[in-house]
């Protein structure tokens, strides 16, 4: 199962009553943080501009043990409840937004070593 998929049964589950605002919050924080490249980011922007105003500080930085630098991770703390008619809308929005099948837009083609060599040639020479 894709995160994508999982993510959009996360909002439908929340809308439909199976999960709680908690659950939804720590899985599109997780998939928001991480998914920094692939332009799903912007699909959960509404959400994630809810649950930063009513609930700030979902992620904490840690340091990192297994590599240099710092790990996100979530916040364990109870979603305030009356912000959740805010999320409900945000949540019915986005799945609306999404088109079709209320999947996000597949993942661009990575381009191969070649193009990526080509391209990093042009900014070295457009400076």
Do not use: C
Not at 18 to 26: D, G, I, Y
């Amino acid at each position: 199962m894709s995160s994508a998929s999982s993510v959009n049964d996360a909002l439908s589950g929340y809308l439909a009553g199976r999960l709680t605002a908690e659950q939804l919050v720590a899985t599109i924080a997780a998939e928001y943080y991480r998914g920094t490249r692939n332009g799903e980011r912007e699909t959960w922007r509404p959400i994630v501009d809810v649950i930063e105003r009513a609930h700030p500080g979902v992620v904490e930085l840690r340091s990192s043990e297994t590599h240099p630098g710092f790990d996100v991770r979530l916040a364990e703390r109870p979603f305030p409840k009356r912000y959740e008619a805010e999320l409900r809308q945000a949540v019915t929005a986005t799945l609306d937004r999404v088109p079709g099948s209320r999947v996000p837009p597949p993942e661009a083609p990575k381009p191969g070593f070649l193009r990526r060599i080509v391209n990093a040639l042009r900014r070295v020479f457009r400076g």
